[in-house]
């Protein structure tokens, strides 16, 4: 970093603070002197006729002079052009404006003065400025994204894209070499994508449901704090560990395994990735319903008992069923994270393209090609390249909906026991 | 107090949780039918002692029972005894209604079903309206029995809670404060309910309200501090209590 955007960042910082100090004291000062004498040492604001403490009034003066020099930062470096001339103007503009301020700020020290009511603004308004700042990241995502994916499908039909069933997108290497243009039809990858989610949901469905019921319904409350912290370690295991554990370790083994029955089966499969990746989403599952069965009151389970039912009488009929959205609600978030997943496919569930429903043959995924598509030399514009878009671009939109979906699922379940 | 032919016969019946004690030693019978209303300060253990009838004290993690508690002469803390089995004996209606998630058809179903009461459809619809009926409520919800049991009024959900204890034919209801969710014109109703039912059933009810156990009931038992002061007609109980302490309660000096 260029030293003088340190030094007025330093600049800034000693303003504000100094403005916050330099005002304060004057509030202070006027605010003991506005009293009776004999009143003189204590602080008490109530009924003192003042509107606001003194160090409301240094807030007000620090968020003013931090406002305005961060404006001048901003157009400062908007318009800097390298000379050294600039720079020091630059800094002086934004010293001599601090200072002014700070003064200028004296006059406003009264009574009257509402600066805790300003400050309350002030906080308001950053508030909303970090929020938009949130949502226009956001957009902007979305945009580039959309954006890339037009110039894709400028190139690509669109129905061709999504309802081809061939998946080769082996495009020219250079713009003068002489090759195929390569065929973008993404079922079959789409289809990868969904097997593996399958063999994932099929592992981490049951057993996180029935480790949610066991640590809600049956556990003491001993083993509970013993074993929930550990099923969540699962979650912190980062996932390329999940990667390389599924290509060195389970998929061998299903491969070895195939082997004695006399199966021959590649050791990247979609069942390796599939597994592994159940594995890695049973801590969200049962962690989720785990919370949501846990929110059906215990008047409930008083009531089936009182009536006679037994535990697991009580926990199919009235607590599973009270339940329930939330627990599909917790299955489509883990479904989205399944199919939004990387890394493990990436080592694990292979590259090629097949169209088939046998999770013993390797299949590939959307993660998986994006990293192929971009990983790969070759030029941004061509057809290869934006394809990796409009496959985000597809993806995104399959996980927005399910996250919805899944959200509102869940928000209207805790509504009702409100 | 002497009682003929106690339904319940409690001896020197003490509740720990962990390693508080909330009830020392209670000494008491209570009637084959009618209303016995449990009174005294929160905290005293009205609840505690009335889910030793019904064992629900056994779902509470670390609660014991000991002593002994006999239900017409047989010993319900039993080892061969399956509390289970119990309870659909001994109902019981709590507090704030606790309706399941389900149409109230099925809520009232739902017990009959557990202990396999009826065979076919036609039988359980007559079981679902005789129930819904004695709890005083077919009226109000025969022509909507598929709606949501949650979707009623507190003092309705509190009467399909009713109907659904009733519904497995018990031959006890315990009742936890039942009317305390409720405003007065529920309350009237569920009073006029408990005193329609005490000809079948044993009731047993524990009130915050002291009209509300003069009203009701026919015992009235005192509770102070795990204790059991006084047991006697609620008459004698209102007009010439035996203990100051159960003076100074009914007349709101205490609690
Ligand atoms: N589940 C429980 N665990 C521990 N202590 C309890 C529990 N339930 C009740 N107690 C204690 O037992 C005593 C009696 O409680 P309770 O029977 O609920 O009183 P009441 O119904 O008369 O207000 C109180 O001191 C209460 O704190
Ligand atoms: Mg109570």
């Known amino acids: ?180 243009s390569g065929s973008f ?61 599924a290509l060195l370790t389970v998929g061998p083994t299903i491969r070895n395994f195939a082997e004695t029955l006399g199966f021959s089966v590649p050791t990247q499969s979609a069942l390796a990735a599939g597994v592994v990746m159940g594995v890695m989403i049973i801590p969200l599952i049962s962690s989720l319903s785990d919370d949501v069965i846990n929110a059906v009151p215990q008047s ?39 199919i939004g997943e990387t890394m493990i496919v990436v080592m694990a569930a292979g590259r090629a393209a097949n169209l088939t429903g046998n999770p013993f043959e390797a299949v590939t995924t959307v ?44 928000r209207r379940y805790r509504e009702r026991y409100d | 107090m002497d009682i003929q032919n106690p339904k319940f016969v409690c001896r020197d019946v003490r509740v720990h949780y962990g390693d508080f004690e909330a009830l020392h030693g209670i000494n008491i019978d209570i009637a084959d039918r009618g209303v016995t209303a449990f009174i005294g300060p929160s905290g005293c253990g009205k609840s505690t002692f009335l889910r030793t009838f019904n064992r629900m004290n056994d779902t509470i993690e670390g609660a014991r029972v000991s002593g002994s508690v006999t239900m017409d002469g047989q010993d319900i803390y039993d080892k061969g005894l399956d509390p289970v089995l119990l309870r659909a004996r001994v109902g019981m209606v709590f507090q704030k209604p606790n309706p399941f998630p389900k149409s109230i058809y099925d809520n009232v179903a739902y017990g009959p079903k557990i202990h396999g009461m009826t065979s076919g459809k036609a039988e359980m619809d007559a079981l679902v309206e005789r129930s819904l009926r004695r709890a005083g409520l077919w009226e109000e919800v025969k022509d909507r029995l598929k709606i949501a049991g949650t979707g009623l009024s507190g003092g309705q959900q509190q009467r399909l809670v009713i109907a659904r204890a009733i519904a497995v034919n018990p031959e006890v209801i315990l009742m936890d404060e039942p009317a305390s969710a409720l405003d007065p014109i529920a309350t009237a109703k569920l009073e006029a309910l408990i005193q329609e039912l005490k000809e079948r059933y044993c009731i047993i009810i524990v009130t915050h309200s002291m009209a509300q156990a003069a009203r009701v009931s026919d015992k009235t038992a005192f509770f102070y501090m795990g204790d059991l002061i006084e047991y006697d007609a609620t008459e004698k109980i209102f007009t010439n209590p035996g203990d100051t302490r159960t003076q100074d309660y009914i007349t709101g000096r205490t609690g």
Not at chain 1, 216 to 240: C, D
Request: with cysteine; net charge neutral; glycine share 8%.
């Open chain 1, 300 to 338: 409930l389970r008083d009531g089936s008992y009182a009536l006679g039912a037994t535990k697991s009488e009580t926990m199919k009929q009235v607590v599973f069923k009270g339940a329930l959205p939330g627990i599909i609600g917790a299955f489509l978030l883990a479904v989205s994270r399944a």
């Open chain 1, 185 to 245: 039809g993404a079922v079959p990858i789409f289809a990868g994508t969904f097997l593996i989610m399958l063999v994932a949901m099929t592992i981490a469905g049951p057993v996180g449901l029935m480790i949610a019921i066991y640590l809600s319904e049956y556990a003491s409350a001993a083993t509970r704090k013993i074993v929930k912290p550990l099923i969540e370690i699962l979650a912190g295991i980062p996932t390329v560990v999940y990667g390389f554990f």
């Open chain 1, 367 to 410: 993660t998986v090609q994006i990293v192929a598509l971009l990983t790969g030399d070759q030029e941004f514009d061509s057809p290869k390249t934006l394809a990796a878009f409009a496959l985000g671009l597809v993806l995104f939109v399959i996980t927005l909906i399910l996250n919805m979906i899944a959200l509102s699922v869940v």
């Open chain 1, 1 to 180: 970093m260029d030293q003088i955007i340190l030094y007025i960042l330093i600049l800034m910082v000693v303003l504000t603070v100094g403005g916050f100090i330099y005002n304060k004291n004057l509030a202070l000062d006027r605010y003991l002197s506005s009293r009776a004498h004999e009143e003189i040492g204590t602080t008490l604001l109530k009924g003192s006729g003042w509107h606001s403490q003194a160090s409301y009034h240094g807030y007000f003066t620090a968020w003013v002079v931090g406002f305005c020099s961060f404006l001048l930062f901003v157009a400062g470096l908007y318009f800097r052009n390298g000379s050294e001339v600039y720079d020091l103007i630059w800094l002086a503009l934004v010293l001599a404006s601090g200072v002014c301020i700070v003064f200028l700020l004296n006059r406003k020290i009264s009574p009257e003065f509402a600066a805790r009511t300003w400050v309350e603004r002030f906080i308001h308004f950053c508030l909303i400025v970090l929020s938009f700042i949130a949502v226009l990241t956001t957009f902007g995502i979305v945009l580039s994204l959309l954006f890339e994916s037009l110039r894709f499908f400028s190139k690509v039909s669109f129905l061709d894209f999504l309802f081809g069933l061939q998946w080769s997108p082996q495009t020219a290497l250079r713009a003068d070499q002489a090759g195929q």
